[in-house]
Structure formats: C-alpha cells, structure tokens
C-alpha cells in the first residue's frame, strides 16, 4: 500500500507516491501560468489546474501499479480560493495573494484596533489574504459572489472535488482573515464587520483529519482505488514543516526556493504586542497544538537573477550537458567571508518592512570583486536578512535551536555552511529536501491508519543526510558584517 502526498503551488502541481517504510515510488509535476486579466490582477485557471491535478495524479498512480494507495492528503498555497457549486462544481477562477484587489477591505480591516484584531486573526491585516479578496468579488461580481456555495482553497477544493466534505483546516482559513485563532472558529465579529456571510466559507476541522472515500467514477478516472481515504490537508508552510519533522517546539524548517521562508515551530502563542511590534503572524502548525509563523522573503530569486543575466552562456552549456549551472556558479566562491553588504531587497519584501518599493543594494564592489565573491555576497546578504528576522522572532519569544532545511537550495552544501556560519546554528538537511509533497504524505498516512502519531511517522519518514555546523571563527566574522549590514535599509529609504 501507498500514500500519494498533493502539493498544489502557485505555478505548478507535485504528486508524490510514498510507501509505508519511506521509499519514494514516484514523482510527477505539472506547470501552469497566472491568469492576468488586467494589470495588477493574477489569478489562476481553476479549471485548468484542476485538470492538471488530476494528469499528475493518474500519471503517478500508473507509475505504481502493484502499490495501490491507501490514502491521499493535499499542501497547497495560502491565500487563493475558488469559488464551486454545490454539485461540485468550479464556477471561476481564484485570486492569488498578491493581486492588487481587495485593498478597500485592507483598509477598513486595519481601521479596527490592531490589538484586538490580532488577538483574534494572529495577523496583521494585509492586502496578501484570501478575505479581502472575496469581499471584492461580493461588490464587484455579485451574480457570482451570490451564486457561490462555498469558496475553498486549493487543499480543500482537491478534497471537495474528490468526493470529500467541504472542509478547511485551521492554517489555511487563517489565510482569510476570519479566522478566530483561539476559539479555533469562524470570528462572528469580523465576518460581520466586513459583511461576509459564514455560510460561504467551509467547515473547519484539524489537519490529517479523514475525510471518507474518493468518489467512485473519479477513483476510476484517475486509477485510484475506490477504497483510497480523503484526508484533510493544510498550508504549505505548515505541511512543510511537518516534512522536514520540525515538529516539536524549538525546531524550524528553512526553506530554500524562489521564496526563501523561515517556519519556527512553537507551543504557546506570544505576547501580541511583541509580535505586532515585530509584524510577524502566528497560525496553526498543521499538527494539533503547535502554531507556527512566516519569515520569508523572495531573496531566493536573487541567484536565479544571476544566473540569467550575468550567466546565460554557462546556463546554456549546463543544460546542454546535462548538469546544474548553479553547481558551477558557486564552486566559485571563495572560502572566506566577502566585504561585499547586500541588502536582498530586490523585489517586494516580506515581514518586518512589507516594502512594496523593492530597492536593492550591493556594497563594496572593487575592480578586483570576483564573480564568485559577487555570487557569495548575494547568499550573505540573504542570509543577513534571515538572521535580522531570527533576532526579531527571539525577542517575541520564539526560538528554534535547530533548523531544518528544505527545496532546491538545499542541495548546495556552500550555501548551507554559509547560513549556518552566519545564524551560528547547525542546518539539518534532510534526505528528502522537497519536504512539502512528503509532508502531505505523512498527514495522509496520519488520517488514513498508516501511523499512530506524527512522531512516529517523522522517526520513520525524515531522515537527516548531513549537519552543517557553524564554524565559531567565520559566525564573529559575519557578526561584524551584520552589524554594518543593519545600516543599509534605512540608507535605501533615503534614495528612493
């Protein structure tokens, strides 16, 4: 028997077959675009990527033919919902989160006391989530506000669209705005402030919760068995996090991909006020009493950027023999730290600045600055970044001993040794650094009878490859620099 583990993301699907002892069967990837109707609208075909959901599904289920799955749970992004009938039907598109709409509900959501407001939703109000957005499809498209039976996001769509209740878990409608994170309940008060009716929005229910069985037509559609158990998913952030078994408080997966995103795992949730004043969120871990918060940035486009734009020709070559450029770009770095200060604002930041008027810097360039001591300020000052963001959660009382670290960054042992240099923590890399689809294969295995507790699937399922430790002569060295590093972003703010 299998688990199949979903991950629905912003311009693209993973499916992957997992079996019970961990080996991973089979992987299969779809990609789409965003739909942009009109500038500074994105969306994304909710049609279309349902379709191909189901390719992916079917295409990994073929690849696994004397393995049949048992149970199946999706990780999805946050923000976007779809709107569907009651027949299980898609009836438009979703809004992604960083559409420009919805921003009046922004506005009037941020006039409450934020104080109040926070102790209920664990977050600032922010044009990034699903709420603000569905009340401007109330006022700008009401046939199909009015016509809508329930607006789901894309962990609860799947699992709606397989046959499975229309239900959210607590992560993922935190996304919206409504939730009340105490009460672990749909906050009345909001809902009526901003004029949202409840029963448009799913029930809630814990993640790794089942869900019943997949509908029969559709089991035999995609080659799954009609006995395969729907199980309830969660955020992919928090799905996450329980892929790369931070899963008690005090750990913390890192992830390295476009988006770079710090997830401390913790117990208790912090003083309001130290989290307002540091602007971090607090949400739900996908595990019952934990709750987690995001410190991300889109830093992790910053090397991309580099590759095409000052290494198309070794990008070429690379592809055409088959290896990884990236591989070559930073075998030439230096073994020391660089001089060079880079302030990774090159694109619009994450929390604590929300700076929608990117404006990056880079420090300290000599005629005899390397391109691999260029490469290698580009991943300190990310770095630097996420170590402000490890100071700024500390002081609210979160802090993770040990980080664990997840996506495509993951493969570079340079890049690790310099994060860990610089945070002074040890990184652990897991086997499996795609820890978001293996993620939702452990809560399927949770929901579906394979594993008694997330413990035992995490002992089972993550397995650490390497620890990078910090090196205590190169962390005072770096500490130095992130001192002066300090200075750059109010430096920025004066140029532009």
């Not at 705005?177 to 402030?193: C, G, H, K, N, V």
């Not at 089991?219 to 008690?248: F, K, Y």
Request: aromatic residues 10%; hydrophobic residues 40%.
């Amino acid at each position: 028997m299998s688990l199949l583990g979903i991950d629905v993301g912003t311009t693209g699907c993973k499916v992957l077959a997992l079996s019970a002892d961990g080996t991973i069967l089979a992987v299969t990837s779809r990609e789409y675009n965003v739909v942009r109707p009109q500038p500074g609208w994105a969306e994304l075909d909710s049609r279309h990527v349902w379709q191909s959901i189901k390719e992916a599904i079917h295409d990994t289920v073929a690849q696994i033919p004397g393995d049949p799955v048992q149970a199946l749970a999706v990780s999805s992004m946050g923000e976007a919902m779809t709107p569907v009938s009651s027949r299980r039907e898609i009836l438009g598109n979703c809004i992604l989160g960083f559409d420009s709409r919805g921003a009046e509900t922004v506005q009037a959501l941020a006039a409450l006391d934020p104080v109040a407001f926070y102790e209920r939703s664990g977050n600032l109000a922010g044009g990034i989530y699903g709420g603000p957005k569905l009340i401007w499809l109330r006022d700008n498209a009401p046939d199909l506000f009015n016509n809508t039976y329930k607006f789901l996001g894309w962990a609860d769509l799947v699992v709606y669209l397989l046959g499975g209740e229309p239900v959210t878990d607590y992560a993922l409608a935190n996304r919206t705005l409504f939730l009340d994170i105490r009460a672990e309940a749909w906050s009345q008060p909001t809902l009526d402030y901003i004029g949202m009716p409840r029963e448009k929005l799913p029930d809630l229910a814990q993640a790794a919760t089942p869900l019943g069985t997949i509908d029969p037509a559709l089991a035999d559609e995609l080659g799954l068995p009609r006995s395969t158990v729907i199980v309830l998913g969660s955020h992919d952030q928090c799905v996450t996090a329980v892929g790369a078994g931070a899963i008690r408080a005090g750990i913390a997966s890192y992830g390295l991909g476009t988006y770079t995103c710090i997830t401390p795992t913790y117990d208790t949730i912090p003083d309001t006020n130290q989290m307002i004043a540091s602007r971090l969120n607090v949400e739900h871990h996908a595990l019952p009493g934990l709750y987690a918060s995001f410190y991300y940035n889109l830093s992790g486009a910053l090397l991309k950027w580099f590759r095409d734009t000052f290494a198309p020709m070794e990008r070429a070559a690379a592809d055409a023999a088959g290896r990884d450029v990236y591989d070559a770009l930073l075998s030439e770095m230096p073994t020391e730290p660089t001089d060079l200060l880079v302030l990774p604002h090159f694109a619009p930041t994450g929390p604590p600045y929300y700076d929608d008027n990117p404006y990056g810097i880079i420090a300290g360039l000599t005629l005899e600055t390397s391109r691999g001591t260029y490469i290698k300020g580009l991943l300190e000052g990310m770095t630097y970044y996420f170590r402000d963001g490890i100071e700024r959660m500390a002081r609210a009382g979160i802090v993770a001993s040990e980080y664990r670290v997840t996506g495509g960054g993951a493969r570079s042992d340079a890049w690790l040794q310099i994060i860990a240099d610089i945070i002074g923590k040890p990184l652990l890399r897991p086997q499996v650094t795609e820890a978001c689809a293996l993620g939702a294969a452990i809560l399927a295995g949770m929901g579906g009878g394979v594993y008694g507790s997330a413990d035992e699937a995490v002992e089972q399922l993550v397995i650490v490859d390497r620890v990078f430790e910090p090196d205590a002569r190169r962390h005072e060295l770096y500490t130095e620099r992130f001192e002066r590093y300090h200075a750059l972003y109010p430096f920025a703010q004066t140029l532009h």
